[in-house]
């Protein structure tokens, strides 16, 4: 990595930290209050890429293991460690990687603005929906011996909520590439 | 950005480290050997007084431990719907200590020392070549050192918004955050390149 990828990686750790601060919002269609902190995590893979944004991932959650309040509500310490939703701290990791990986391989420069979109889109939708669920689904189901069909429908209630976070990283991914462009391109 | 660090001079505050941690891996692993309710419950009185015997003050460590609990709280509950009182106690049980357990340790361990053992961790890893160990030490002071300056630049972009009348979205938000952000970057990295602070090839 160099020094600008580390810088890069530490300050996007940072804006996930200050998503956290924000007080969480309802909207109406949506049971429950959605936080910003986890939008956070797609759009550092939309943002970063791959491998820059999943430090960033660790680099938050490294913070809040060493006894940093920088989760969401104030949460820090070993202790969010030890709860049931743990399995989606360790989903962001992987939410983040595949959420850059896709956005890296399948967004193109010389796309129209709308395939660009939509490629963001289902990049946060596959990292940071259906691979945190995964982890958090299965981490919950093990942890607390519910079983995985109890534990998605436990889990069923959030899903709205970062399905329209994916949307959000799509248009925010778009516009942070057009205005300054980071992710490395390949074809 | 205050820590969740808690000054004393407890058995725990002096421990090393390096000690607790392991520790507290091992009672993670142990408890959840642990099926039924008695050795479960005992568990959870003696992690209950070890985070006593810091001296914490109950006001305080229900501000800290709240947001944790609740969600516990809320998985006991639901596999009480779902399943039998038995499974939900269990629940209950094992996630409060292992949460009590946590929290002491953390409340004892200094920041300046979990970056030492972490640091201290990372040193195979370095020699494969996967990461360099200082640069955690380095990343960490970065993220502190930028939070609160995201913050005022987040305030600023909303009374920006405010100003022309419209109304903050989060879209509107993050795009110039993000940008005004990341912009930083190559002056920063050009700092700490220019100060010989990675000392690298």
Redesign the interface.
């Known amino acids: 990595m160099t020094t600008r990828d580390l810088v890069l990686a530490a300050l996007f750790a940072a804006i996930i930290v200050a998503l956290g601060l924000l007080p969480p919002i309802t909207l109406g269609f949506i049971p429950v209050p959605i936080t910003a902190q986890s939008l956070g995590v797609m759009l550092a893979g939309v943002v970063l890429g791959s491998k820059r944004g999943t430090v960033a991932v660790l680099l938050v959650l490294l913070l809040a293991a060493i006894g940093l309040p920088v989760l969401s509500g104030g949460r820090g310490g070993l202790a969010v460690f030890a709860a049931p939703t743990t399995g989606y701290l360790i989903g962001w990791v992987f939410a983040a990687f595949v959420t850059g990986y896709i956005a890296e391989h399948f967004v193109d420069r010389s796309q129209t603005g709308f395939v660009q979109g939509v490629n963001f889109f289902l990049a946060a939708l596959i990292g940071g929906v259906a691979v945190l669920y995964a982890f958090g689904i299965t981490y919950l189901a093990l942890v607390t011996g519910l079983g995985f069909s109890k534990a998605f429908l436990g889990s069923l209630a959030f899903i709205p909520g970062d399905c329209f976070k994916a949307v959000i990283a799509a248009l925010a991914g778009r516009a942070v590439m057009v205005g300054y462009p980071l992710l490395p391109q390949r074809a | ?5 808690v000054e004393g001079d407890s058995v725990l505050h002096r421990l090393p480290p390096r000690v607790k941690l392991l520790g ?1 891996a091992a009672a ?1 692993i142990a408890l959840f050997f642990f099926r039924s309710i008695p050795p479960l419950a005992v568990a959870a009185l003696i992690s209950a007084a070890i985070y006593a015997s810091l001296g914490i003050g109950l006001r305080h460590s229900l501000a ?2 709240r ?2 609990f609740l ?2 709280a809320v ?1 006991a509950l ?2 009480l719907l ?2 039998s009182a038995e ?1 939900a106690a ?2 209950l049980l094992r ?1 409060t200590s ?6 002491a ?3 004892t ?3 300046g020392d ?2 030492d053992e ?1 640091t201290l961790a990372a040193r195979p890893l370095e020699r494969l070549g996967l990461v360099k160990a200082a ?2 030490g ?3 002071g ?3 050192r ?2 609160p ?3 005022d630049r ?1 305030r600023a972009i909303k009374d920006a918004h405010r100003a022309r009348g419209l109304k903050p979205r ?2 509107t938000l ?2 110039p ?3 005004l ?6 002056e ?2 050009a700092a ?2 220019a100060r010989g602070i ?1 000392a ?1 090839k």
């Open positions: 950005m205050k820590t969740l660090y507290l993670g800290r431990l947001p944790i969600t516990i998985v639901f596999t779902v399943g499974e269990t629940v996630l292992l949460m009590l357990l946590a929290a340790v953390t409340a361990t200094g920041i979990f970056i972490i640069d955690i380095l990343s960490i970065l993220v502190i930028f939070v300056e995201i913050l987040y989060i879209l993050a795009v955050l993000i940008i952000t990341l912009k930083n970057a190559d920063i990295a700490i390149d990675r690298q």
